[in-house]
């Protein structure tokens, strides 16, 4: 097998670039195993890739560490390394390579592995989340939270014992579930954990996925984006803008109090981290400005409504795979739609 040409690209450079700020408080928050759980979807991916790239005489993209990156920051911090590399696999060849490489898919990579791990591993990575480490030096300390049932000091320190504290929730799943509301500064900033109460069960508020938990980093590394014309304003734009109006709509208007208020909904939840990092891909997203309004507006929308109605707490995933589904025909229908208003003009004079 020949040696592999990587292709540099600036862009997924300042994707990079902005991914590593999201990293380092990753594992602030969840401990070293953050770094392993991204470098084993960095080595995975570059594989698949290379035999892929190898068979074609093409060249190792960029977009490739992306994609591991993006998809090893959005899982539980505890998840088995073995789902990391199956689901880093099925990214880069499912996602990306069966189409013809990169620029030729239409879907998200990352979004695809992400999506494969939680509908067959649905037990292994719904059960992973785990409260943060606090305080200095904070999980540069640790490798990790092991699980819940050893963490005898944790538990004590919070004034329940082991058999009270018999299952965690995610702010999401805690409002839903419980009607437990996260304070926002503590969502903003990602300091998520404790107990709480519910009919007298005792409940650990855990955290989600290491790269959506700092909601204020994720803003500070999407300015940088958008500062250097890395990601699409529309695009970011467009995501808040569709989850802020349906979420008034259905709260506000429609009096359906079941959806959370507005700073809730944009700050828990893999909302900002899709809406900086995956919606604003520019492969998978249209490009025709208009068709990238209504595309962010519409995945915006849809994670906001699969949060109210679906299973899951979640949908973000889902949301941006629908999405990306409707890109390419939104680009040829409003093409179509100019030809024929220009057509239209061209009669009436």
Known sequence: MKKPVIQKQLIMVRMLYALTPILLVGTYFFGWRILMLVAVSFVFAFITEWIMVSRRNGKITYACFVTASLYGLSLPPTTPF???AVGAIIA?????E??????????NPAIV??????VCFPIEITSQFVPVFRGFPGGFAHWSFVGLHKLPSYFQAQGVT???AVSGATPMWARREYGFVTDLVNLAFGNIGGVFIHKGNS???TAGSAGEVCSIMILLSCCYLLYTKTAQYRLFLGTIIGAVVLNVILRHILGLNEVPPVGFTLFSGALLYAAVFMVTDPVSAPNNKTAQWIYA???GMMIVLFRYKAVFSGGVAFSILLGNMLAPSLDLWIKRYKVYKKQKQGSAS
């Open 297 to 299: 507006i519409f995945i």
């Open 113 to 118: 592995g992400r999506a494969f791990v939680y």
């Open 203 to 205: 409940y650990v508020l």
């Open 92 to 96: 880069i060849l499912f996602g990306k």
């Open 82 to 84: 073995w789902i990391a």
């Open 162 to 164: 082991l058999l009270d």
């Open 98 to 107: 069966v189409f013809g490489g990169f620029g030729k898919n239409i879907f």
